[in-house]
T-cell receptor, first 110, second 114 residues
Framework: QKEVEQDPGPLSVPEGAIVSLNCTYS??????FMWYRQYSRKGPELLMY????GNKEDGRFTAQVDKSSKYISLFIRDSQPSDSATYLC??????????FGPGTSLSVIP | DGGITQSPKYLFRKEGQNVTLSCEQN?????MYWYRQDPGQGLRLIYY???????QKGDIAEGYSVSREKKESFPLTVTSAQKNPTAFYLC?????????????FGPGTRLLVL
C-alpha cells in the first residue's frame, strides 16, 4: 500500500461546480498537509497548508483534514476554467519527510 | 521579481553522457531541493541542501550528484549511472529546511534520452 493515495482522474466538471479532491494516507506520523496546483509543464505552486484537523478556508478554496480517518480534501467553490490543472496533495512527518501524492487532473469546462 | 529559474527547459541526453541541470533562486532562501516527477507518481526527493557547502541525499539519490557553492545556485548532474533518467526535474527552495509553507518551485526541466 502506498503511503499517500490520490485518484488520478481525470475529473471533468462544468464551470461553477463545486469540486472535491481527496487523498488518503496510511502513516499516522504525518503532521502537516499541503495542496499544490500544477499547470501543464509548470512547477507546482502551494495553495493551502494546514497542520490540524478541521477546515481551513482561503477564498474559493477549503482544505479539510480528518486525522482520525487519515483523509484530506480540497474543495473548490465556483470552479473556473483557470482552475484546470493537476492538484497534488503532500504530507510531512514530524521528522520533516515529505511525501507527495501522484496528483488528480482536473478540467473545468466552460 | 523574485523566483526560481531552471534551465534548460528541455534537455536531451545521449547514452553514457553526464548532463547538468541549472537551478538559480533570488529569494534569499537557505534551503534548496531537487525533485523528480514521473507520470502517475508523486514527486520524489533526489537531494536537498540546508545551507551553502552542505547537501544531503534524498530518497532516490543514486545516479545523481549536486553541489552548493553559492546560496543562489544548486545544480544537479545526472550521471551515466542513472539508467532511467527520462523525467521532469523540479528545483525548489524554502526559507529554511522544513519551512514547507515557504517552498517555491521552479518551472522544471524535462530530460529526455536519445
Amino acid at each position: 500500500q502506498k503511503e499517500v493515495e490520490q485518484d488520478p482522474g481525470p475529473l471533468s466538471v462544468p464551470e461553477g461546480a463545486i469540486v472535491s479532491l481527496n487523498c488518503t494516507y496510511s502513516n499516522s506520523a504525518f503532521q502537516y498537509f499541503m495542496w499544490y496546483r500544477q499547470y501543464s509543464r509548470k512547477g507546482p505552486e502551494l495553495l493551502m497548508y494546514t497542520y490540524s484537523s478541521g477546515n481551513k478556508e482561503d477564498g474559493r478554496f477549503t482544505a479539510q483534514v480528518d486525522k482520525s480517518s487519515k483523509y484530506i480534501s480540497l474543495f473548490i467553490r465556483d470552479s473556473q476554467p483557470s482552475d484546470s490543472a493537476t492538484y497534488l496533495c503532500a504530507m510531512v512527518t514530524s521528522y520533516d519527510k515529505v511525501i507527495f501524492g501522484p496528483g488528480t487532473s482536473l478540467s473545468v469546462i466552460p | 521579481d523574485g523566483g526560481i529559474t531552471q534551465s534548460p527547459k528541455y534537455l536531451f541526453r545521449k547514452e553514457g553522457q553526464n548532463v547538468t541541470l541549472s537551478c538559480e533562486q533570488n529569494l534569499n532562501h537557505d534551503a534548496m531541493y531537487w525533485y523528480r516527477q514521473d507520470p502517475g507518481q508523486g514527486l520524489r526527493l533526489i537531494y536537498y541542501s540546508q545551507i551553502v557547502n552542505d547537501f544531503q541525499k534524498g530518497d532516490i539519490a543514486e545516479g545523481y550528484s549536486v553541489s552548493r557553492e553559492k546560496k543562489e545556485s544548486f545544480p544537479l548532474t545526472v550521471t551515466s549511472a542513472q539508467k532511467n533518467p527520462t523525467a521532469f526535474y523540479l528545483c525548489a527552495s524554502s526559507h529554511l529546511q522544513g519551512a514547507w509553507e515557504t517552498q517555491y518551485f521552479g518551472p522544471g526541466t524535462r530530460l529526455l534520452v536519445l
